[in-house]
Structure formats: C-alpha cells, structure tokens
C-alpha cells in the first residue's frame, strides 16, 4: 500500500521560511517524479515544484528564486524549502508521486502565511 505522509505546515509570517516533507512508503521512489501541488482558498490545484527521478527540478514562475525542491532518495523523502513566504503562498499543500501510470496524492496539508 503506497502512502505519502506530508508534515512541516503551520502558520509562518510574510517573509518567514518553512521546510515542508513528504514521506513515501510502498513505492520504489527512486523511479517517481515527485512534485508539490498547493490548493489556495478558492481556487484550483496548481503545480508548485517537480523533481524528476534523475533530479532535474522546474517550478511554477511565482515561486521561483524562493522555495526549492529536493529529495533524498536514501529517506524516500521530497522536501519543499520555502523562503521568503507571501501571503499568495497561502494554501493546502499536496504531494504527488508519478511513474508512468501509477500516480498518488498526498493527504494535503495547511500552510497559511500571515501577520
């Protein structure tokens, strides 16, 4: 049974940082494109960040040069480093595992970036 278990959300202050991860059981990660997709209030699901099985890394043009995704195929993990936070970064926060057909979502977590 494949899970992904996302922590690190919570309430930060603009320009604050947070480190979310998603942890993965079930899968032989090493084969996954891992992505990062956020829900704001209101709207649809966006892709925020991918890293693809051999590391090559994209992002959505509003989070550029602020937050970074990176995995440590050792921990079956994929982090989401998040600097410099906005406001606009409000949202749930979801992890996404892909390889080929077989696809997973994360539970969703909350990440709510206000004074």
């Known amino acids: 049974q494949v899970q992904l278990v996302e922590s690190g959300g919570g309430l930060v202050q603009p320009g604050g940082s947070l480190r979310l991860s998603c942890a993965a059981t079930?899968?032989?990660?090493?084969?996954?494109?891992m992505s990062w997709h956020r829900e704001p209030p209101g709207k649809g699901r966006e892709l925020v960040a991918r890293?693809?099985?051999?590391?090559?890394?994209t992002y959505v043009d509003s989070v550029k040069g602020r937050f970074t995704i990176y995995k440590d195929n050792a921990k079956n993990t994929v982090y989401l480093q998040m600097n410099n936070l906005k406001p606009d970064d409000t949202a749930v926060y979801y992890c996404?595992?892909?390889?080929?057909?077989?696809?997973?979502w994360g539970q969703g977590m909350q990440v709510t970036v206000s004074s």
């Open positions: 996404y595992a892909n390889f080929n057909f077989l696809r997973y």
């Open positions: 890293i693809s099985s051999t590391g090559t890394s």
């Open positions: 079930g899968l032989v990660f090493s084969r996954y494109t």
